[in-house]
């Protein structure tokens, strides 16, 4: 029941999927919840492929894809879009580490946000025009790994701030909440796409707590926004690592 409780929340809270369901939740619930995002990706996973099925029925490959974009931004509220606006302008602002989360904080949008956005949202048009409609499973697992990415930020390091939104979602989640993550995306990525999709997995786990370890040298430590960061460009090297190990090879022979 308590595990229900949790992904029932986070499905309130990392979609705009309207359940209209008061969920009150203990502290060290929210870190905990993260274990079990994965399958909140593959909720809006599904729900993109779908889209882009039927997309494809009606219009070409990059108007598809344009509208697959607008209906992802829709169903997350541009929540992890937002966080890699602000994680942009604090860490490539070359600034100590207080005035760094001091513009991570700030609600203006700098450069380095909009840059950031604009280059993410171009990477998911060009590359989602290059899955065809035989490979959308490619699709489906793209939001999972990208939440997968959520407890392994949470878990691997500690929170920079002494205070915030992100501090119950870090302090509480753990090896643990990392492992059961990992679990889950796995498993899924291997129903999908075979054994292929491990490695896939492997990779982009690779590249993205390499990321992660780079932002936390910065401020020593990570913050929420750090979090949807890593949500964002996990999704994107996922489509970037799918695309050369699972599309490449077949577009050669």
Request: hydrophobic share 55%; net charge positive; with cysteine.
């Amino acid at each position: 029941m308590r595990i229900i409780k949790q992904i029932l929340w986070l499905v309130q809270f990392l979609t705009t999927i309207p359940l209209g369901l008061t969920i009150s939740m203990e502290p060290e619930d929210l870190g905990r919840s993260l274990a079990y995002a994965p399958l909140i990706g593959l909720l809006l996973g599904g729900i993109l492929a779908g889209s882009l099925y039927l997309l494809r029925l009606l219009f070409p490959a990059m108007i598809s894809s344009l509208f697959l974009c607008m209906i992802y931004v829709f169903l997350t509220g541009g929540l992890h879009l937002d966080g890699l606006g602000d994680t942009a302008d604090g860490l490539f602002s070359h600034r100590p580490k207080e005035r760094i989360l001091e513009i991570m904080k700030d609600s203006r949008v700098g450069t380095n946000a909009v840059l950031a956005i604009i280059l993410i949202v171009l990477g998911y048009v060009f590359l989602f025009m290059e899955i065809p409609t035989k490979a959308l499973g490619l699709i489906v697992l793209m939001p999972v790994i990208g939440r997968m990415a959520l407890p392994l930020g949470a878990g691997l390091e500690k929170y920079a701030r002494q205070n915030g939104l992100g501090l119950h979602f870090i302090n509480f989640c753990g090896l643990k909440e990392i492992l059961i993550g990992i679990a889950i995306t796995s498993i899924l990525f291997i129903l999908i796409l075979g054994i292929k999709g491990l490695l896939i997995v492997f990779l982009v786990g690779i590249l993205i707590s390499l990321i992660i370890k780079f932002f936390a040298a910065k401020i020593d430590g990570i913050t929420g926004d750090i979090l949807g960061a890593v949500c964002e460009l996990a999704q994107l090297l996922y489509l970037i690592v799918g695309y050369l190990i699972y599309l490449r090879p077949q577009t050669l022979l």
